[in-house]
């Protein structure tokens, strides 16, 4: 009489001892389908909202204002021969404010440097044409926002450091963002000195404006690019409100 053994092992020593014998699966056939079909489509909802996700940040990404957008070079306001040369001229009267402008201390003088650099760079511009042009369109916007930061600096030595230090950082990369929140900065300072000193009034409201009529050309010169000289008059507008605000530094 032979020994038979037992093809399936016993169902105490199993479940007591958590031994799994060979050929017997923890699992049914049942449930490892129902999991595969669950780590399924798990993953692929987990891939549908991660590509829903990236699709929201693109679209926010391309409806981002102009200020936080490359900076994109054409001829529009250099369209003739008479029109680069008002633009140079007109370039020139940051030079003489820089030349012009008080010298008090170090910042002031930054301040100061930063015009001429506006001037020099607006000229080199104006009258380049190919390939370089758009490093000097680049070189153009930097100088501005320079002259922004310098000027608040200037005016108030008090801004916050964090501020200052971030603004310097992404001046290269975003000089239009950098030029908004310093023009801001120095319009509320301008409001508060004239508000207190009566002799800075008269500045204050030439200044104002300048001010609007600068914006005001600044966009027309955007809606209306074949319209000639109308950036040269945006020169003459922003020279005037920098200007006023040399009184700032006397």
């Known amino acids: 009489m032979g020994v038979q053994e037992d093809p399936k ?3 105490g020593l199993s479940g007591l001892y958590r031994v799994q014998f060979a050929g ?15 780590d399924s489509s798990t993953c692929g909802w987990q891939e549908g909202v991660g590509s829903s996700r990236r699709l929201q940040i693109r679209r926010l990404w391309q409806r981002r204002p102009p200020c936080l957008k490359p900076i994109h070079c054409s001829l529009s306001c250099d369209k003739h021969v008479g ?7 007109t370039s020139l009267p940051f030079i003489v404010l820089g030349l012009q ?52 600096r200037a005016l108030r030595d008090e801004n916050p450091k964090f501020l200052m230090a971030a603004s310097t950082l992404i001046l290269p990369f975003q000089p239009l963002m950098v030029s908004a929140i310093h023009t801001g900065i120095m319009e509320v300072s301008f409001a508060k000195r004239a508000s ?18 600068g914006g005001a050309l600044f966009i027309a010169d955007d809606v209306f690019p074949q319209t000639s000289y109308l950036h040269a008059a945006w020169h003459l507008a922003a020279a005037l409100g920098v200007g006023t605000c040399n009184k700032l530094l006397q």
């Open 83 to 89: 029109e680069t040369i008002a633009n140079v001229v």
């Open 196 to 213: 207190i000193e009566p002799e800075l009034k008269m500045a204050h409201n030439l200044h104002k404006m300048s001010s609007l009529l």
């Open 9 to 11: 092992p016993s169902g």
């Open 101 to 152: 402008t008080p010298r008090k201390n170090l910042n002031t003088a930054l301040y100061a440097n930063s015009l001429i650099g506006v001037g020099i760079a607006s000229s080199l511009y104006h009258t380049s044409r190919g390939e370089i042009r758009k490093y000097l369109r680049w070189a153009d916007y930097t100088m501005i926002a320079t002259s922004t930061l310098c000027l608040s």
């Open 24 to 38: 017997q699966s923890l699992y049914s056939d049942d449930e490892v389908v129902k999991t595969s079909i669950i």
